[in-house]
């Protein structure tokens, strides 16, 4: 693994230091999130939900208002059509809130798996949407692309309003509004929402827009108390965690903790998030990590497995009993979904394998045995293994290929799949994470197509290797717990916003032992020692060894009754500069 070292400078650090009143090191560390001044770092160490941007600097926003006011107003039946991941679900769940607070006649349906569409398909359009009569359709996490269920629902005389944050296409949808930060000549200064971000700025533009026409008339929108299901869809959704998104996070992580939502409680109560009674066992700390680990993937399982709508319904239950059942059906999804997504991992790993040993630079995979549910998972275990693109698909009985494509981060899968294009039926999604569909027969020309298109973006046409980023090398005798806290203001931690990474040289380490699939042991410099954890390594027990250069991220810790430091080991190597084994 190459440790990619931050470059400094010492006078900005110190000049950033003295004017937020903090250690140097945590002012190195804003400083390489790509944060300047003091106002925006003053902003990043105190993040306000209180304090976003204008929501009308978003385009269209005025004419969704409107339009939403006017449904309201006239009685108008209002559809919110949410995709099934957990981006969608808290969009769609932000939007039913928001609306029902103004007395909107507003029902949601969810995307299903098995439709073969992504997003706005024809086949739900006809099915969950135009029997029922909707003047207005509000999409959540999707639309940007759907161009012709657009198309048919403007035929038979309903507006559609798109919330979505997928890169357009060269064409735009022809609707009524459409709500995109990704949009071109956009305003709105902060283009790295989630889908729930944008369906949070819309009900706060809706909520400002009726209080300035008649404040007596209208009540105002719960927005605070929102802030719990917009964490869950930023996080879950792997945006940057900067700007907005840090302030949603921040805000909701403080509502989370406290499991004021019926909904959420119940998550955290089925995914044993509360303490145990029983043994006397307090409650874990609730992170960005926890969402992303522990509750995510709960949300997640109904989409994969079964019906995502029931989603929706517990994160926007009044009460606990029926958010307590639908949490308990969601566990027992997850553990049909850990099953099948073993099942195909296994098959489809061994296929990896062989094909990385045969010299494809590019994996794709498709079989008709595998689970359409789990594919984006196994398609992200895969390039964490291998590093490299990958494309995992399950085939159908009509013989399309459908399924999801991921990348290590070295290469944007939006412009490989743009290339391919003539060869898809449908396409979207992430530079990093996109969703694709072709015909089967079409496989092998998608491949070659494909390892084309990566290479042209790649300057020596190799991919780069694991590397770690190193904030600061730093003296373990000069690490203090007062430090290692004050770090953690740095937090919420996650995709933009990683956890600091310190370097410490020649370091003597003692006592190494293997605990499960970690390494346990002592680091010690000078006349202090820490105890450190180095998970995911034991097999390389035989170089933990001497004196070795650790990447590490510190943590605050407790050594028998007295508060200390605890290294959580993100590499190591041979202090004489020799190679890493990793």
Same mark, same amino acid.
């Given at each position: 693994m190459q440790w990619k070292h931050h470059s400094t400078q010492p006078d900005e650090v110190a000049a950033a230091s003295r004017a937020l009143g903090v250690s140097e090191l945590t002012a190195q560390c804003i400083l390489n999130r790509g944060v300047s001044g003091i106002e925006a770092m003053t902003a990043f160490l105190r993040p306000d939900i209180g304090r976003l941007h204008d929501p009308f600097l978003l385009k269209n926003m005025d004419a969704a208002v409107r339009r939403i006011r006017r449904s309201i107003v006239r009685g108008e039946r209002i559809h919110v059509h949410g995709d099934y991941d957990v981006d969608g679900i808290t969009s769609t769940s932000v939007l039913v809130i928001g609306l029902r607070t103004l007395g909107a006649d507003v029902h949601y349906h969810i995307v299903q798996r098995g439709d073969g569409a992504i997003g706005l398909g024809l086949t739900s359009l006809m099915r969950d949407h135009i029997p029922k009569r909707?003047?207005?359709?509000? !999409?959540?996490?999707c639309g940007t692309s759907n161009h012709e269920a657009i198309d048919e629902a403007n035929r038979h005389g309903i507006d559609v309003i798109v919330v979505d944050h997928h890169v357009p296409g060269a064409t735009l949808p022809k609707c009524a509004a459409l709500l995109?930060?990704?949009?071109?000549?956009?305003?709105?200064?902060?283009?790295?929402?989630?889908?729930?971000?944008?369906?949070?700025?819309?009900?706060? *533009?809706? /909520? *400002?827009?009726? *209080?300035? @026409?008649?404040?007596?008339?209208?009540?105002?929108?719960?927005?605070? @108390?929102?802030?719990?299901?917009? *964490?869950?869809? !930023?996080?879950? /959704?792997?945006?940057?965690?900067? /700007? @907005?998104?840090?302030s949603f996070v921040a805000e909701g992580l403080k509502l989370i903790r406290g499991a004021r939502r019926p909904g959420i409680c119940a998550l955290m109560s089925c995914a044993n998030l509360l303490g145990d009674e029983s043994t006397g066992e307090g409650p874990e700390p609730i992170t960005a990590r926890t969402i992303g680990y522990r509750i995510a993937p709960l949300l997640n399982a109904a989409g994969r497995m079964d019906d995502a709508s029931k989603c929706v319904e517990l994160l926007i239950a009044d009460n606990f009993k029926a958010a307590d059942q639908i949490a308990r059906e969601l566990v027992q999804w997850n553990q049909k979904r850990q099953v099948t997504e073993r099942e195909v991992l296994d098959e489809a790993m061994a296929e990896a394998a062989r094909r990385v040993t045969a010299g494809d630079a590019t994996i794709i995979l498709a079989s008709a045995n595998w689970h359409p549910g789990v594919l984006g998972i196994v398609a992200s275990r895969i390039v964490e293994r291998f590093q490299r693109p990958v494309a995992v698909l399950s085939i159908d009985v009509n013989g399309l290929a459908k399924g999801s494509v991921r990348s290590p981060g070295s290469v944007d899968m939006l412009r490989v799949l743009a290339k391919c294009r003539d060869l898809l039926e449908t396409h979207g999604g992430h530079k990093l994470a996109a969703g694709v569909a072709l015909k089967a027969v079409r496989l092998d020309e998608f491949r070659e197509r494909v390892q084309v298109a990566i290479q042209e973006q790649l300057e020596d046409g190799k991919l780069p290797g694991r590397s770690i980023e190193i904030d600061a090398t730093v003296d373990l005798n000069e690490l203090t717990r007062e430090m290692v806290v004050e770090l953690e203001a740095l937090a919420p931690f996650g995709a933009g916003n990683a956890e600091p990474v310190f370097e410490a040289r020649r370091v003597q380490v003692m006592q190494p032992r293997v605990v499960g699939n970690a390494i346990r042991f002592k680091v010690r410099i000078g006349g202090r020692s820490f105890d450190a954890i180095a998970i995911g390594s034991a097999a390389r027990i035989d170089e933990v060894k001497g004196n070795l250069s650790i990447a590490f991220t510190p943590r605050a810790a407790r050594r028998g009754d007295e508060p200390g430091v605890e290294l959580l080991i993100r590499d190591f190597r041979n202090a004489d500069g020799q190679a890493d084994a990793s």
């Open positions: 909707p003047k207005l359709i509000i !999409t959540a996490d995109n930060p990704q949009l071109p000549r956009s305003a709105f200064p902060f283009h790295q929402l989630a889908a729930v971000g944008g369906a949070y700025n819309l009900v706060v *533009a809706l /909520d *400002a827009f009726v *209080a300035r @026409e008649d404040a007596a008339r209208w009540p105002r929108m719960p927005l605070r @108390e929102m802030a719990d299901i917009l *964490a869950l869809g !930023t996080v879950a /959704d792997l945006v940057p965690l900067v /700007d @907005e998104n840090r």
